[in-house]
Each structure stands twice: as structure tokens, then as C-alpha cells.
């Protein structure tokens, strides 16, 4: 099984950057596409973007730009950069993963449990 674990949440003004990280562990795995997404309260979760492993990206129209992702494989961690952050940007931040067992090669998809981002205007 792999375990995502995302992190950097937290409370912004309007116009500052977050960093989020995602960070996938557990045993014999390769970790194949990480998407990262979001959901406001009141509304359905939104796909931001996804990354592959060769370090891949597209983007859904939710970062309007601001967003970007990245990756180091090395570290099996997954990164959202966001900037100029605005109030309809508070949600909860999600990542989700298709990795490899290398013992099985099942390809299990897992979710993080999320980061709060709340921006204060």
C-alpha cells in the first residue's frame, strides 16, 4: 500500500505563496502521476493539475496560471506552488497518486487526506 501525506496548508493573506508538498511512503512502490485538487466548502472537489513521472504537467482552468507543480522522484514528494493567492482560493488541497508495486505490479490509486489553504482578503 502507499500512503500520501500532504503538507504546507495554512493561513495566507491575499497575494502571498504557498508551497504545498505531497509526500508518498510505503514499501516496493514507483510512483507514477500525482494530480493535486481541491474542494471549497459547499462545493465538489476540482482537479488543479497533474504531473507525470517524467515531470509532465496540465492543468485544469482553477490555477488560472498561479499554480505550478513539480517533482523529485528521489524524495517521492509532489509540490504545488502557488502564488498570488486570492480568498476564493480557501479550500482543502488534495493530492492522489497512481503508483507501481514492483512485487505485484498492482497499480493502486491513493489519496492524501488533505491540507487546509485558507486566504484572508
Known amino acids: 500500500q502507499v500512503q500520501l501525506v500532504e503538507s504546507g496548508g495554512g493561513l495566507v493573506q491575499s497575494g502571498e505563496s504557498l508551497r504545498l508538498s505531497c509526500v508518498a511512503s510505503?514499501?516496493?512502490?514507483?510512483?507514477?502521476?500525482v494530480g493535486w485538487h481541491r474542494q471549497a466548502p459547499g462545493r465538489q472537489r476540482e482537479l488543479i493539475g497533474r504531473i507525470t513521472r517524467d515531470g509532465s504537467t496540465n492543468f485544469a482552468d482553477s490555477g488560472d496560471g498561479r499554480f505550478t507543480i513539480s517533482r523529485d522522484n528521489a524524495k517521492n514528494t509532489v509540490y504545488l506552488e502557488m502564488n498570488s493567492l486570492k480568498p476564493e482560493d480557501t479550500a482543502v488541497y488534495y493530492c492522489?497518486?497512481?503508483?507501481?508495486?514492483?512485487?505485484?505490479?498492482?497499480?493502486?490509486?491513493?489519496w492524501g487526506q488533505g491540507t487546509q489553504v485558507t486566504v484572508s482578503s
Open positions: 510505503g514499501n516496493s512502490f514507483i510512483l507514477g502521476a
Open positions: 492522489d497518486a497512481f503508483s507501481r508495486i514492483t512485487t505485484t505490479n498492482k497499480v493502486p490509486h491513493n
